[in-house]
């Protein structure tokens, strides 16, 4: 990147790795520069929780507000019945109007923690639905006064388009309209909200960039989108995803502790690149102890850990995790904030077996890789080797909680309730 920026804005997101791609650097850059500009990121409602995944989207989001400007979070609550079809391999199963907004629910608890939709500054942030806008369409209305903007021919072109078709798979004419109401968004959001910027991953390039040029065709009107890079961590695994699953943003659907741990786990290799992206830590501080060798760089990793814990659910939450996970770690112990399956004595019955306490703690996705755990000698319990995978567990061995571990890092209590 040679552009060098006059807007603190465009400063943060060059200098600590947001940015992937610009329509207009110095259009924005100036337009930054001249004062409040409000901005978007959509995030579509197909679950109960974003993940890490939607993290530096979110990040974006907060530096835009921190450096005086607005943001705009848009949920789906419309777009989210039809599916971004971007880079899949098949179509979204389709959600209830009632699950979608349930899912908005779920979702919103998060932004609060992160951007400022209280303050009386000018810059206060908005969230907003397009179903506002989307669920009150006229078909025929639409398809004459917005539909004739585009031309097949060029969204046939999009990369998340001709990736699907190349490799023969279906795409729907209900995924095919996603585009189109994407764009629709931004020119909405533009006319109601003056929204000047949409912003969002490097895959919705061709979704943004339909957004501007129908907004230029209907009300002549030039507004810009910025690309943050896909994340990818250095051995190439997606971000967001764990040997147990998604990392969820959600208490109630990951642990603080959890979330924590997988920080803490984090590669060398991509440690200063986090403390960039997911942390407020000054530049040369993240080059610093991302830099470090050998033994070092696991207290650069509990830094980035409690900082981006901090930041989603509290400083307090932070320093429960690092207890716990020096308690076990470097102690023996089990800590106090250890992730835990309770089970009533009616759940075991005359017994259960090892192999399911593994997978119901999370521990392992399946039996099969519970079983390999034991064969391969990564399994522990109460922090002894076992190999066993045929132990029955009773009520009476959980008299005292029971601590199951699946390699170094990753462990889990069990409880009679």
Same mark, same amino acid.
């Given at each position: 990147?040679?552009?060098?920026?006059?807007?603190?804005?465009?400063?943060?997101?060059?200098?600590?790795?947001?940015?992937?791609?610009?329509?207009?650097?110095?259009?924005?850059?100036?337009?930054?520069?001249?004062?409040?500009?409000?901005?978007?990121?959509?995030?579509?409602?197909?679950?109960?929780?974003?993940?890490?995944?939607?993290?530096?989207?979110?990040?974006?989001?907060?530096?835009?507000?921190?450096?005086?400007?607005?943001?705009?979070?848009?949920?789906?609550?419309?777009?989210?019945?039809?599916?971004?079809?971007?880079?899949?391999?098949?179509?979204?199963?389709? !959600? @209830?109007?009632?699950? =979608?907004?349930?899912? #908005?629910? $779920?979702?919103? %608890?998060?932004?609060?923690?992160?951007? +400022?939709?209280?303050?009386?500054?000018?810059?206060?942030?908005?969230?907003?639905?397009?179903?506002?806008?989307?669920?009150?369409?006229?078909?025929?209305?639409?398809?004459?006064?917005?539909?004739?903007?585009?031309?097949?021919?060029?969204?046939?072109?999009?990369?998340?388009?001709?990736?699907?078709?190349?490799?023969?798979?279906?795409?729907?004419?209900?995924?095919?309209?996603?585009?189109?109401?994407?764009?629709?968004?931004?020119?909405?959001?533009?006319?109601?909200?003056?929204?000047?910027?949409?912003?969002?991953?490097?895959?919705?390039?061709?979704?943004?960039?339909?957004?501007?040029? !129908? @907004?230029?065709?209907? =009300?002549?009107?030039? #507004?810009? $989108?910025?690309? %943050?890079?896909?994340?990818?961590?250095? +051995?190439?695994?997606?971000?967001?995803?764990?040997?147990?699953?998604?990392?969820?943003?959600?208490?109630?659907?990951?642990?603080?502790?959890?979330?924590?741990?997988?920080?803490?786990?984090?590669?060398?290799?991509?440690?200063?690149?986090?403390?960039?992206?997911?942390?407020?830590?000054?530049?040369?501080?993240?080059?610093?102890?991302?830099?470090?060798?050998?033994?070092?760089?696991?207290?650069?990793?509990?830094?980035?850990?409690?900082?981006?814990?901090?930041?989603?659910?509290?400083?307090?939450?932070?320093?429960?995790?690092?207890?716990?996970?020096?308690?076990?770690?470097?102690?023996?112990? @089990?800590?106090?904030?250890?992730?835990?399956?309770?089970?009533?004595?009616?759940?075991?019955?005359?017994?259960?077996?090892?192999?399911?306490?593994?997978?119901?703690?999370?521990?392992?996705?399946?039996?099969?890789?519970?079983?390999?755990?034991?064969?391969?000698?990564?399994?522990?319990?109460?922090?002894?080797?076992?190999?066993?995978?045929?132990?029955?567990?009773?009520?009476?061995?959980?008299?005292?909680?029971?601590?199951?571990?699946?390699?170094?890092?990753?462990?889990?209590?069990?409880?009679?309730?």
């Amino acid at each position: 990147m040679t552009y060098h920026p006059k807007s603190d804005f465009m400063a943060v997101m060059i200098e600590r790795g947001f940015l992937a791609d610009c329509t207009d650097y110095q259009g924005l850059d100036e337009a930054l520069s001249k004062g409040v500009v409000p901005a978007y990121i959509g995030f579509d409602a197909t679950a109960t929780s974003l993940h890490v995944g939607s993290l530096i989207q979110i990040m974006m989001l907060r530096w835009l507000q921190k450096t005086g400007h607005q943001p705009i979070t848009l949920m789906g609550g419309g777009t989210t019945k039809v599916g971004d079809p971007s880079f899949r391999a098949d179509e979204r199963p389709l !959600l @209830t109007e009632d699950k =979608i907004n349930q899912n #908005i629910a $779920g979702i919103k %608890s998060v932004f609060a923690a992160y951007i +400022d939709y209280e303050t009386d500054a000018p810059n206060k942030a908005l969230m907003l639905n397009n179903a506002e806008w989307l669920d009150g369409l006229n078909y025929l209305e639409f398809l004459r006064d917005i539909g004739k903007h585009f031309s097949v021919n060029r969204m046939l072109s999009f990369e998340s388009v001709k990736s699907r078709l190349d490799r023969e798979q279906s795409l729907s004419f209900l995924e095919f309209n996603y585009m189109i109401l994407q764009a629709y968004d931004f020119l909405e959001l533009n006319r109601r909200y003056g929204c000047m910027l949409q912003m969002g991953g490097s895959d919705q390039w061709g979704n943004i960039v339909n957004g501007i040029d !129908l @907004t230029r065709r209907v =009300i002549d009107n030039s #507004i810009f $989108g910025l690309t %943050s890079p896909l994340l990818t961590t250095s +051995d190439g695994k997606k971000m967001g995803k764990s040997q147990s699953g998604a990392i969820w943003l959600n208490e109630d659907m990951l642990s603080s502790y959890e979330f924590w741990q997988f920080w803490r786990n984090t590669t060398d290799a991509d440690t200063g690149r986090f403390l960039k992206l997911y942390t407020e830590l000054p530049v040369a501080e993240c080059e610093r102890l991302g830099a470090l060798q050998g033994s070092d760089i696991n207290e650069a990793k509990i830094i980035l850990a409690n900082e981006v814990t901090a930041l989603l659910h509290g400083r307090e939450a932070a320093n429960a995790a690092e207890a716990t996970a020096r308690e076990v770690f470097e102690k023996g112990g @089990t800590g106090n904030d250890l992730p835990t399956l309770e089970l009533t004595a009616d759940e075991i019955g005359d017994g259960i077996s090892i192999v399911q306490l593994f997978v119901r703690a999370g521990l392992a996705g399946t039996g099969k890789e519970a079983k390999r755990l034991f064969s391969d000698n990564g399994a522990k319990v109460n922090d002894a080797d076992h190999k066993d995978a045929g132990v029955m567990v009773t009520p009476a061995d959980l008299a005292t909680p029971m601590k199951l571990s699946a390699g170094k890092k990753r462990h889990a209590l069990v409880v009679l309730k």
